[in-house]
């Protein structure tokens, strides 16, 4: 609330005006630093925190369960979780001739990291990704 627990301002001159006037103003300074403060720890205090984690847990909780098919989405292979995310890229890693121009426009899929294949050999083996690296 606008002058009573902090300062509300509509445009950079106003900004201004108010940082020059807590700058001046000590004690309107503390005052209305002491009443903002009031209200941030009663909103968000560790009690109210719980109270409305425990709320939202329990509308979950009431909810249908609903089964997700991830594999229906992203596919059931890391090839195809890798392959699901390159785009129109898609089809040129799939095709060997393609896939080395590929390599040369875009290296980041050969990178150590930054969802190449690399990346995914480094923690998913799967031959099709392992066969993508061999042949670049």
């Given at each position: 609330?606008?002058?009573?627990?902090?300062?509300?301002?509509?445009?950079?001159?106003?900004?201004?005006?108010?940082?020059?006037q807590?700058?001046?103003?000590?004690?309107?300074?503390?005052?209305?630093?002491?009443?903002?403060?009031?209200?941030?720890?009663?909103?968000?205090?560790?009690?109210?925190?719980?109270?409305?984690?425990?709320k939202?847990?329990?509308?979950?909780?009431?909810?249908?369960?609903?089964?997700?098919?991830?594999?229906?989405?992203?596919?059931?292979?890391?090839?195809?979780?890798?392959?699901?995310?390159?785009?129109?890229?898609?089809?040129?890693?799939?095709?060997?001739?393609?896939?080395?121009?590929?390599?040369?426009?875009?290296?980041?899929?050969?990178?150590?990291?930054?969802?190449?294949?690399?990346?995914?050999?480094?923690?998913?083996?799967?031959?099709?990704?392992?066969?993508?690296?061999?042949?670049?």
């Open positions: 609330r606008d002058e009573v627990d902090g300062r509300l301002v509509h445009s950079v001159q106003e900004y201004l005006a108010v940082m020059k807590l700058q001046e103003d000590v004690a309107y300074r503390i005052a209305l630093g002491r009443r903002g403060r009031q209200k941030v720890c009663a909103a968000y205090s560790g009690e109210n925190n719980a109270l409305q984690m425990e939202q847990l329990f509308e979950v909780l009431r909810r249908e369960p609903v089964i997700h098919d991830f594999q229906r989405i992203l596919g059931a292979t890391p090839f195809e979780w890798f392959l699901r995310f390159t785009g129109p890229d898609r089809e040129k890693l799939i095709d060997p001739i393609l896939r080395k121009q590929l390599w040369i426009e875009k290296p980041i899929y050969l990178a150590e990291n930054k969802s190449s294949v690399y990346q995914f050999l480094r923690y998913l083996e799967d031959p099709k990704l392992r066969e993508l690296v061999e042949q670049s």
